[in-house]
């Protein structure tokens, strides 16, 4: 079992950034592929990024490319997303999960609880 926490979420403005914290207990942290997933009110949720085990493969939608970075730091049992140039439409419950690379929510069987991050126009 996975227990994740996510933190750092929060109001900021148009053009601010952010950066969100995962936190990882139980489990061998190191060994899974890591993602962060979005869910806006009355929409689906929607893949944001996915991090390899080890960090050096990386994954993004394109809506955030060039935008977000994930990292992950494993002897923190942390997982992370840097968020720059935050858009409204960047609004948003984030979530991170634990196990796969997939981009299909449903894939996953880790979940945080989410945390709501709020952009202002």
């Known amino acids: 079992q996975v227990h994740l926490v996510e933190s750092g979420g929060g109001l900021v403005q148009a053009g601010g950034s952010l950066r969100l914290s995962c936190a990882a207990s139980?489990?061998?942290?190191?060994?899974?592929?890591m993602s962060w997933f979005r869910q806006a009110p009355g929409k689906e949720r929607e893949f944001v990024a996915a991090?390899?085990?080890?960090?050096?493969?990386?994954y993004y939608a394109d809506s955030v490319k060039g935008r977000f970075t994930i990292s992950r730091d494993n002897t923190k049992r942390t997982v992370y997303l840097q968020m720059n140039s935050l858009k409204p439409e960047d609004t948003a419950v984030y979530y991170c999960?634990?196990?796969?690379?997939?981009?299909?929510?449903?894939?996953?069987?880790?979940w945080g609880q989410g945390t709501q991050v709020t952009v202002s126009s």
């Open positions: 991090i390899s085990w080890s960090g050096s493969s990386t």
């Open positions: 999960a634990a196990g796969s690379y997939s981009r299909t929510w449903t894939s996953y069987t880790y």
């Open positions: 139980g489990g061998t942290f190191s060994g899974y592929p």
